[in-house]
């Protein structure tokens, strides 16, 4: 039997792997889980004027399976939706504005991009079509020790491919217009990775998908999942930071000895299994591995510095070319890819508890803007945006992978009982895809620990699935 395993951080991904660790496995396995900031990862929030607002990952797209049973099997309620319009600003106009009336959105859309918009929502349909094939295979039993296996698992070798090529080369390639790419789609990927068109298709597809679907978050803050998941399968979690992690051997089998630093000074301790959730990467951590032989490698890659800037306000809306500020009429504007423009977007928003009487503010008023940027903004940059402000609260973050920067996926399996779950990132930054993956770690831990090798990598399961039924 698995006696003790690690996991390292409680973000989404830990959370998460230490809750379908315990499933799998059953419940007498002992789980320590190690947080060097606070259980939730990214998915923080912040406080203005006594209310709490995410400061990040905020919204759950619908066809996120996982996402959707955590919520249930914790209790926890979807947010109460506070409809409100965007817009994207090229730096000197609207390029699109969004109305209340659906068919007008639709016909504007067509009117000045013509097929292109049809043809990206069939592309998007057709890759989320195929993703979703995920959760039978893992209902089923069957994890992957690669991202590439699993990918092509789920869409054989164009997957892979679109992880190495850019969304745009994909959507030009089915008829998507340039100027469609450059207004539209720029604007969706500046606002979700902070990066351009030439994120890989993959991570493009899954980003636009939340774009155009009915997306949803947890009341009370979506880092609630953590806590919960956490609670609910009596993890230990230990309030450290790991430095690394040595290899020793007992009895033919690997044991992995993980080194922290906490506030009481250096500690250490043995686990049959450990999964590592935080990114591995040297500009992230200084994560040692030793004993390893051969040695486990440095990942490659690097991560996009992103600033989320929450600032308490009044909306400078002449910026905007709203010289009246009541006649504002957006709460979310998206950004296209100019030169000048010093933010990715802006958007109104709304704390995470939000009561029935609960209104937004109208844009004369002072309201909670949270603007997302490369570089922290500065006096300037914040009088440009803002008329005049009460507070201004900043968090640097290194979000999200910057995609023009690795060339392969990273590995899932980094020894025998050792995973390595943020590799995902690589593929598509989401809360959703960070929980398939923590499933499918899950999984895969077992079938390994337990020899059950025809649940692993196996060929063709989209026939085999449907003979099981």
Not at 62 to 77: E, T
Request: hydrophobic content about 40%; aromatic content about 12%.
């Amino acid at each position: 039997p698995l006696s003790p395993a690690a996991v390292v951080g409680a973000g989404l991904g830990g959370s998460a792997t230490a809750y379908f660790l315990q499933q799998h496995f059953g419940p007498q396995v002992q789980l320590d889980v190690y947080e060097a900031a606070s259980v939730g990862g990214r998915l923080a929030t912040v406080t203005v004027n006594k209310q709490q607002y995410e400061s990040r990952g905020a919204s759950i797209h619908a066809l996120s399976l996982h996402m959707q049973d955590f919520v249930k099997i914790l209790g926890l309620k979807h947010r109460r939706e506070v409809a409100g319009k965007s817009a994207i600003f090229s730096g000197e106009h609207f390029v699109l504005e969004e109305t209340d009336w659906y068919l007008l959105n639709l016909f504007r859309l067509w009117w000045h991009y013509g097929i292109s918009f049809l043809r990206l929502q069939m592309w998007v349909e057709e890759v989320m079509e195929k993703f979703m094939r995920i959760y039978k295979y893992q209902a089923h039993g069957y994890a992957f020790s690669s991202l590439e296996e699993l990918l092509r698992s789920l869409g054989g070798d164009a997957f892979v491919n679109m992880t190495q090529r850019s969304v745009a080369e994909a959507l030009l390639e089915v008829g998507v217009t340039q100027r469609f790419v450059d207004d539209v789609i720029a604007a969706v990927l500046r606002s979700s990775y902070g990066q351009s068109v030439l994120v890989p298709a993959f991570a493009g597809a899954m980003s636009l998908a939340g774009a155009q679907g009915s997306t949803w978050a947890v009341e009370g803050g979506n880092k609630l999942v953590c806590s919960g998941l956490l609670k609910l399968t009596k993890a230990n979690v230990i309030s450290a930071r790991v430095t690394g992690i040595s290899l020793h051997s007992s009895e033919g089998r690997a044991l992995y000895q993980v080194h922290y630093e906490s506030t009481e000074g250096q500690g250490s301790a043995f686990y049959d299994l450990v999964v590592v959730t935080t990114p591995l990467h040297p500009s992230r951590s200084n994560f040692t591995f030793d004993n390893f032989h051969p040695p486990i490698a440095d990942l490659p890659g690097a991560f996009q510095p992103s600033v989320t800037s929450v600032v308490h306000g009044y909306l400078n809306s002449s910026y905007f070319g709203f010289p009246d500020p009541k006649l504002f009429p957006f709460t979310s504007i998206l950004t296209t890819d100019t030169p000048d423009l010093f933010f990715h977007a802006m958007d109104n928003i709304c704390p995470v508890n939000i009561s029935a009487a609960f209104r937004r503010k109208q844009p004369q008023e002072a309201a909670v803007w949270r603007v997302l940027s490369q570089q922290p903004l500065d006096k300037p940059q914040l009088k440009t945006l803002f008329r005049s402000y009460y507070s201004v609260q900043v968090a640097e973050w290194q979000t999200y992978p910057r995609y023009d920067t690795a060339k392969a996926l990273p590995p899932v399996v980094l020894h025998e009982n050792l995973f390595y779950l943020s590799g995902v990132e690589w593929v598509a930054s989401s809360m959703e895809m960070v929980a398939v993956a923590a499933k499918n770690v899950a999984l895969l831990a077992y079938n390994r620990w337990h020899q059950e090798l025809e649940k692993i990598d196996q060929k063709d399961l989209m026939h085999k699935v449907k003979t099981e039924l």
